[in-house]
Structures are given as C-alpha cells and as structure tokens.
C-alpha cells in the first residue's frame, strides 16, 4: 500500500491526498514535518513535505508525485487523452505553482500565523499575485474545471492553492484578486461541495491548533 508522509496543514501534501482519494487508492497516512535531520533526509531529500512510499522507495516533489499515481494507480483519469491536451493540464498547473502559489506563499506567514513580512516582499508578491490570476484567467477553461469538464492534476494545484492566494489578498493587500474572476469562485464554491475535499479540510483544521503551537514554539 502507498504511504503519504506529510502533514495536513501542507496545502501540497493535501494536493496528493486529494489525487488519492477522488482516484479511490488505498493509502496510508504517515505524519512527517520534514527537516533536515538524517532521517527525514532519508524520507525526502531536500526534507520537504510530501514524501510518497512505494514499494520501490520514496518519491518527493509534487508535480512529480501526482505524475507517478497517475502513471501507476488505477481509478479515476486524472488526465486527458492526447499528448497536447496533457501538456496543457501540466502547463496550468506549473503556471498556478509559479504565479499564484510562490507569490502567496511569500505573505503566509502574515496572513496565517502572526508575523511581519517586509513590505518590499510585499509589494513584489502582489504585482506577481495579480499577474499569476490574470494568467490563469487568460489560460483556463473553467467550463466547470480549470483544463476543461473534467477534474485534472490542475484542479488538485487550484483548490489548494488559490484559496490561500485569495485569503491572502484578503488580510494581507484588503483585496480581491479574484473580484473579476467569477469562475474562479465558482470552483473555489464547487469544491466546498466535494466530499473529498469536505475531509481534507477537517483533517486540517483538526490538525491546525497543534501544528500553530509547534509553529509558535520554534520546534519547527
């Protein structure tokens, strides 16, 4: 059985989970904060989170991680058919990483947990933040889902990444940088609904009150 070493806080260890779960593949869980101590580096070796165990051995980085379970797992098709439409689901989903995800990711620690980011770190990741959106604007489908009618490897990088990007303009920039975007919400609203993602986000937030204390206490 494939083991997903991570912690549910990680909006990229949620990535893989959500791949697992609307796939339908047996998984288990193995809590893992990363780090640079030997045995995380044995686990993951830049020791960042997720890390996937198969009976091969361990697979880190995302993109890749998704690749593999796609390339391997049965369920649910993740991809399209045809070369050229898969490229295009990658290309979204690297555009979502790089544009919107990176950008936020520099203001997390203001919008989420209490500290003060430089405002000239700032002010690059909102001129990077706004253009990233209009790029996923200029590029998506959205007909309902990011490549198109299917869910793919780019919604599994939207619906965990966007929300933070969102959440940040909000209580960093007091912006909506989703305000001329409606089907972007639309998605964001439609995956509320999804069950899978219903218990990722209670995993999270179950998990949230111990991961702030580690945070607050410098363990991590």
Same mark, same amino acid.
């Given at each position: 059985m494939l083991k997903?070493?991570? #912690? *549910?806080?990680?909006n990229y260890y949620n990535m893989v989970k959500l791949a697992l779960l609307e796939k339908g593949v047996p998984f288990e869980e193995v809590l893992f904060f990363g780090g640079q101590s030997p045995e995380a580096l044995k686990i993951s070796p830049r020791g960042k989170v997720p890390a996937l165990q198969s009976e091969d051995g361990f697979l880190?980085?995302?993109?890749?991680?998704?690749?593999?379970?796609? &390339?391997? &797992?049965?369920?649910? !098709?993740?991809?399209p058919e045809g070369v050229f439409a898969q490229a295009k689901v990658h290309e979204l989903a690297k555009e979502i990483e790089l544009y919107i995800e990176l950008p936020a990711r520099a203001c997390y620690p203001e919008a989420f947990f209490g500290a003060q980011v430089?405002? !000239?770190?700032? *002010? @690059? *990741?909102?001129?990077?933040?706004? !253009?990233?959106i209009a790029t996923l604007k200029r590029n998506g489908k959205f007909s309902p889902y990011v490549a198109g009618d299917s869910l793919t490897i780019a919604d599994l990088l939207f619906c965990f990444s966007v929300d933070l990007a969102y959440a940040v303009g909000k209580k960093v920039f007091a912006i909506d940088v989703l305000e001329d975007f409606p089907q972007a919400k639309a998605l964001l609203e439609q995956f509320k609904n999804n069950p899978n993602v219903q218990k990722i986000v !209670?995993? @999270?937030?179950? &998990? /949230?009150? *111990? #991961?702030?204390? /580690?945070v607050r206490s410098g363990k991590r």
């Open positions: 997903l070493h991570g #912690f *549910a806080v990680s880190s980085e995302t993109s890749l991680i998704l690749d593999y379970i796609e &390339q391997t &797992q049965p369920g649910k !098709a993740l991809l430089d405002e !000239a770190i700032k *002010a @690059k *990741a909102k001129t990077e933040l706004l !253009a990233g !209670a995993d @999270k937030e179950a &998990q /949230m009150p *111990a #991961f702030l204390e /580690m």
